[in-house]
């Protein structure tokens, strides 16, 4: 890192090390929050007084070529298992920082980058932790042929219990189901009682994530994201995963802000296109 880490400190963010990878750590009056230079990988967002909106698993690995298990997983420059690694490449790989500054509503932005990224394509983390969790993905397509991007910050939350948790906001949306391998329309807002993996289509719509046991609400705005993905492993698939704690899907629900499934970014030579999304506790 490039860095003086006398100026990153200058302006409330620390560098900490996670097993063999570098976080940073940020602190201000309205919140704190920690990211990883591994993925670019947000792993924690805690707005002032409350607990993390976000949730790592305690059987997360922490080794090179392993996406972190919980936080903020970039998926890029492909969403899903179309092609090898599942979820693309920004993920297991090192971002770079590129900027770090205290903004004059308290809050603190960082900008990392992912160089070399994918052929002819750039990508570029912006995140700012205040009083909100602000997120913003910009692929940049430097080649000279069109280029086609599938995405999503696919963001664990941390809930009481996933049987007490509501996701509202995707009403009436048509809707991919990977479990049961059909199309549906939502009716009403989403509760989980087994394995939940869909994609939702054509939708942008502000998402809130209800917590009866915690009680509190998470607001999840999303642009240039046209699809919005909602998973829980439940029991099963959870006991599958050499990551991921037998009882821990308990503990998460993702939501994430998407361009997946049918949706898609199609980026002519010189193009780009940002992915964003914001969280914050709502009353
Ligand atoms: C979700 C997908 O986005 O990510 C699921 O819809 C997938 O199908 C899940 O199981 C986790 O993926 P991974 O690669 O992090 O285990």
Request: hydrophobic fraction near 40%; charge should be negative; charged fraction near 20%.
């Amino acid at each position: 890192m490039n860095f003086d880490l006398s100026d990153l400190k200058n302006k409330g963010i620390q560098v900490n090390a996670l097993h063999d990878f570098s976080v940073l750590h940020i602190e201000n009056e309205l919140a704190s929050a920690d990211i990883c230079l591994h993925g670019g990988h947000v792993l924690s967002y805690v707005p002032a007084g409350e607990k993390d909106l976000l949730w790592v698993s305690r059987h997360s690995l922490y080794t090179e070529g392993k996406a972190i298990r919980g936080g903020i997983p970039v998926c890029w420059p492909w969403f899903g298992s179309v092609k090898s690694p599942a979820h693309g490449v920004a993920r297991i790989r090192n971002w770079s920082l590129k900027k770090a500054a205290s903004e004059a509503d308290g809050s603190t932005t960082v900008v990392l980058s992912l160089e070399p990224a994918a052929e002819g394509l750039s990508a570029e983390l912006y995140v700012n932790a205040g009083s909100s969790l602000r997120v913003e993905l910009k692929t940049v397509n430097h080649g000279n042929v069109s280029a086609t991007v599938t995405e999503a910050l696919h963001t664990y939350f941390s809930v009481g219990d996933i049987e007490g948790v509501q996701v509202c906001g995707l009403d009436g949306m048509s809707y991919s189901d990977k479990v049961l391998n059909t199309e549906a329309v939502q009716c009403g807002s989403i509760v989980f009682d087994r394995e939940t993996d869909r994609v939702y289509d054509d939708t942008d719509s502000v998402i809130v994530i209800r917590d009866s046991v915690l009680n509190r609400k998470i607001c999840v705005e999303r642009w240039g994201s046209n699809s919005t993905i909602v998973w829980n492993p439940w029991i099963e698939k959870a006991a599958k995963m050499a990551d991921f704690g037998n009882d821990e899907y308990r503990e998460m629900v993702c939501v994430e802000a998407a361009n997946a499934g049918r949706d898609k970014v199609c980026l002519p030579p010189g193009a780009s296109h940002i992915l964003g999304t914001r969280i914050r506790l709502i009353g």
